[in-house]
């Protein structure tokens, strides 16, 4: 058999080579004729799924190590035949780490979390992860998703009206859909900022369609938005220039960059790949992963004069500092897809150790707990 696959995959070459021709190529560049003899087609986010490079090949299967799937035109894609599955929940935990981030940074400026209220538009595996982050930090939370609000009530979720009006800090987690009842595009728009709270943050690492460009600068230039922070832009990787100059933090789509993010999106798609084509690989997982150079996080007496959210957010800075990536992108703007390709080992929570001293408070350490770090007493 033959696959063609993204070269950005971490940990994929080498693991289909003892059954199957391999081709990796960069995905903005797999085109029809890399395909046309593949039985199974491996991407990330840059390779677009349909009928143009798909029509007249002999691909069986296309596979995204990645949750989103607005690359894919499911549509086409089932009525041809051709299986598709992506990497749901893969990256969730590294996008909780990149909020976490955010709102280190805003805890450590003075933001008091019992006096903020963060609302989460799409409550999916990556939502229901930052709600309980937020509220493990002690900020209060609002959650708005029309389809599982639909499906379970209404007892956990508000109507967006509701949220955008109470909420300090606004974040998105939603896919991307063009249209129907539960459309997205453009869901950030004039209509909404209107409807905001002034001087509330919004932050998107979804996809960068669901916040309008010009509603954004709107925004800031208006101040109704006191700040903006994106992952995730319109038009990648050509990004609007004025608006990355405006926004307090911007990132290169990396939210979801993790070591461990990518190498679950790696896992579940082998894995897929090896149930369809009954290949000896249905239970392999990745043989190492890079550790973090020091995971010993040491705090000392001087935590006792902290607050536990200060505490929590000084170790979350540890292990992940956001603005660090966003002066690579400010320095390299037009480089966006080569700081992606080249960015740098990230590895999450539970891969880290909290050294406390003995009189630290059981509330810190219930924090740690609940965010998924290790405690290590003090020697």
């Known amino acids: 058999m033959k696959i063609v696959a993204d070269d950005k995959i971490p940990g994929l070459k080498g693991v289909f080579e003892p059954f199957a021709e391999v081709l990796y190529l960069p995905g903005k560049e797999i085109g029809p004729d890399d395909v046309k003899d593949a039985d199974a087609l491996i991407v990330r986010t840059r390779t677009a799924c349909n009928a143009q490079l798909l029509e007249n090949s002999s691909v069986k299967m296309v596979a995204t190590a990645t949750i989103g799937t607005d690359h894919f035109d499911i549509p086409w894609l089932e009525s041809a035949g051709i299986r598709w599955v992506n990497a749901p929940g893969c990256n969730s935990g590294s996008v909780r780490q990149y909020i976490g981030s955010v709102l280190a940074r805003l805890i450590l400026e003075g933001r008091d979390p019992a006096a903020t209220t963060l609302g989460i538009v799409g409550v999916g595996m990556v939502g229901s992860k930052i709600a309980q982050l937020a509220s493990t930090l002690g900020f209060k939370v609002l959650l708005n998703d029309p389809p599982r609000q639909r499906s379970e009530g209404s007892a956990e979720f508000c109507e ?14 939603t896919p991307l859909n063009m249209g129907g009842p539960d459309a997205t595009w453009h869901l950030f728009n004039k209509d909404t900022l209107r409807q905001t709270k002034k001087g509330a943050i919004v932050i998107n690492s979804s996809r960068g369609e669901v916040t309008a460009t010009q509603t954004l600068l709107q925004g800031l230039a208006s101040t109704h938005l006191s700040r903006v922070v994106l992952d995730v832009w319109e038009n990648e990787p050509h990004i609007h220039s004025d608006l990355h100059q405006k926004v307090w933090i911007g990132t290169p789509h990396i939210a979801g960059y993790s070591v461990d993010g990518k190498a679950n999106g790696t896992t579940m798609t082998v894995q897929a790949l090896a149930r369809h084509f009954q290949l000896p690989l249905s239970d392999w997982q990745p043989s190492s992963l890079p550790l973090p150079p020091d995971p010993l996080i040491r705090f000392g007496e001087e935590i ?49 150790q909290v050294q406390l001293p003995a009189r630290a408070s059981r509330e810190v350490r219930t924090m740690f707990k609940q965010l998924g770090f290790q405690l290590k007493e003090e020697q």
């Open 160 to 173: 967006l009206t509701h949220l955008l009006h109470e909420s300090d800090l606004i974040s998105f987690h």
């Open 304 to 352: 006792l004069q902290m607050s536990p959210a200060q505490v929590a957010a000084t170790a979350i800075l540890r292990t992940f500092d956001v603005c660090d990536d966003d002066a690579r992108l400010r320095a390299r703007p037009t480089e966006f897809e080569k700081l992606r390709g080249e960015y740098p080992p990230r590895r999450e929570f539970h891969l880290w």
